[in-house]
T-cell receptor, first 114, second 111 residues
Framework: AQSVSQHNHHVILSEAASLELGCNYS??????LFWYVQYPGQHLQLLLK??????LVKGIKGFEAEFIKSKFSFNLRKPSVQWSDTAEYFC????????????FGSGTRLLVRP | DAMVIQNPRYQVTQFGKPVTLSCSQT?????MYWYQQKSSQAPKLLFH???????NEADTPDNFQSRRPNTSFCFLDIRSPGLGDAAMYLC??????????FGPGTRLTVL
């Protein structure tokens, strides 16, 4: 069965530290890839997405992610985190030739200390 | 602003007492989804509609039903809520191709 793995369940960083959150998926076909963020008490919001083209995609709030097809990975990065980045981050995969559903990873809870 | 609206934001019900959660959208998207999200877990898809075409996930309990009377509205009915159904219920919409847009969720408490 298709799955999405997020390697880090909890990450604690100090402000200005660099961030990389791992995401791997298991599916050999064409995928669309997403990172969603859920700030405390708020709804899921799209950070960035990859459909095709340049594998390095830039999202909102200084986030970027790189699709490496050979590694089935879509890692999220930010060079310098802020306290306001404290949130839960979900990687999600859509199987293009299968259905409309998103397969979510289990999430990474990020705490940024001021 | 175009958006996904869920009502109520908080719902308390008693064990076994039917409850209906509501979702509406102003995005005019074809596809609407219902997810269940428990604490510290990923959202779990319950079902989705492509227009009027209903698609149930294989592991969605029979206790959960849905209705989509028109493009804008979608309802989640829980016929006999159990304690294990306490969760955040998320509604989302999308075009056939593109990202999903999520509502704020309804937090369901079962007493």
């Amino acid at each position: 069965a298709q799955s999405v793995s997020q390697h880090n369940h909890h990450v604690i960083l100090s402000e200005a530290a660099s961030l990389e959150l791992g995401c791997n998926y298991s599916y050999g076909g064409t995928v669309n890839l997403f990172w969603y963020v859920q700030y405390p008490g708020q709804h899921l919001q799209l950070l960035l997405k990859y459909f095709s083209g340049d594998p390095l995609v830039k999202g909102i709030k200084g986030f970027e992610a790189e699709f490496i097809k050979s590694k089935f990975s879509f890692n999220l990065r930010k060079p310098s985190v802020q306290w306001s980045d404290t949130a839960e981050y979900f990687c999600a995969v859509k199987l293009v030739d299968s259905s409309y559903k998103l397969i979510f990873g289990s999430g990474t809870r990020l705490l940024v200390r001021p | 602003d175009a958006m996904v609206i869920q009502n109520p934001r908080y719902q308390v019900t008693q064990f076994g007492k039917p409850v209906t959660l509501s979702c509406s959208q102003t995005l005019n998207h074809n596809v609407m989804y219902w997810y269940q999200q428990k604490s510290s877990q990923a959202p779990k898809l319950l079902f989705h509609y492509y227009d009027k075409d209903f698609n149930n996930e294989a592991d969605t309990p029979d206790n959960f039903q849905s209705r989509r009377p028109n493009t804008s509205f979608c309802f989640l009915d829980i016929r006999s809520p159990g304690l294990g159904d306490a969760a955040m219920y998320l509604c989302a919409t999308s075009r056939p191709v593109g990202e999903q847009f999520f509502g704020p969720g309804t937090r369901l408490t079962v007493l």
